[in-house]
């Protein structure tokens, strides 16, 4: 079993949908989730960040926390063509010094 | 703020050479990580250091990959002899204490090894 399982995709959604990406996670202790997208070619870059159980909401991003699961979802409202990249779940690990990375959900936004 | 930096961008270099990656984390930053993404898989954990010294060096694949963080600075990693399976895009990535807040990444180093 990976540590952090993502659906690798493509995802594609209509441009002011919702996309919804989905991760679980092994670790029963980690504490710290996140979200980074990434551009074709370009580093992973953070866009959400979430500890407690139930939703952080960030503009059109809402991260769900659901510990007891080890699930973690994202979801883009009114998803635009520039949300098209690949998104990468994290998850902090029991010693809160590493973090561990799914392999990613590509999206693709259709305009 | 200047964020992380690294160099080069791209390096191509044959079988049996030695590569040195460099990383220059944000001012202020104890914790600084080494990543790599192999093609098609996902972003995988090389190591840690907090300030100066190595907190996990759990995810360096063998004794060819050597790692230094000069004065709690910048970092090296340096690669010899290089083989074909160590190209891909190495990442480097630095936070402040705690790392719970996240990291940001530089913008990483192509390793090509023909």
């Known amino acids: 079993q990976k540590e952090v399982e993502q659906n690798s995709g493509p995802l594609s959604v209509p441009e002011g949908a919702i996309a919804s990406l989905n991760c679980t996670y092994s670790?029963?202790?980690?504490?710290?989730f996140f979200w980074y997208r990434q551009y074709s070619g370009k580093s992973p870059e953070l866009i959400m960040s979430?500890?407690?159980?139930g939703d952080k909401e960030d503009g059109r991003f809402t991260a769900q926390l659901n510990k007891a699961s080890q699930y973690v979802s994202l979801l883009i409202r009114d998803s635009q063509p520039s949300d098209s990249a690949t998104y990468l779940c994290?998850?902090?690990?029991?010693?809160?010094?590493?973090?561990?990375f799914g392999a990613g959900t590509r999206l693709f936004v259709k305009a | 703020e200047a964020g992380v930096t690294q160099f080069p961008s791209h390096s191509v270099i044959e079988k049996g050479q030695t590569v040195t990656l460099r990383c220059d984390p944000i001012?202020?930053?104890?914790?600084l990580y080494w990543y790599r993404r192999v093609m098609g898989k996902e972003i995988k954990f090389l190591l840690h250091?907090?300030?100066?010294?190595?907190?996990?060096e759990s995810g360096m694949p063998n004794n060819r990959f050597l790692a230094e963080r000069t004065g709690g600075t910048y970092s090296t990693l340096k690669v010899q002899p290089a083989e074909l399976e160590d190209s891909g895009v190495y990442f480097c990535?630095?936070?402040?204490?705690?790392?719970?807040?996240?990291?940001?990444f530089g913008s990483g180093t192509r390793l090509t090894v023909v």
């Open positions: 994290a998850v902090l690990n029991t010693g809160g010094f590493k973090t561990i």
């Open positions: 979430i500890y407690s159980n």
């Open positions: 670790d029963r202790g980690s504490q710290s």
């Open positions: 250091f907090v300030k100066e010294s190595k907190q996990d």
């Open positions: 990535a630095s936070s402040p204490d705690p790392p719970s807040y996240g990291y940001t």
């Open positions: 001012s202020g930053h104890d914790n």
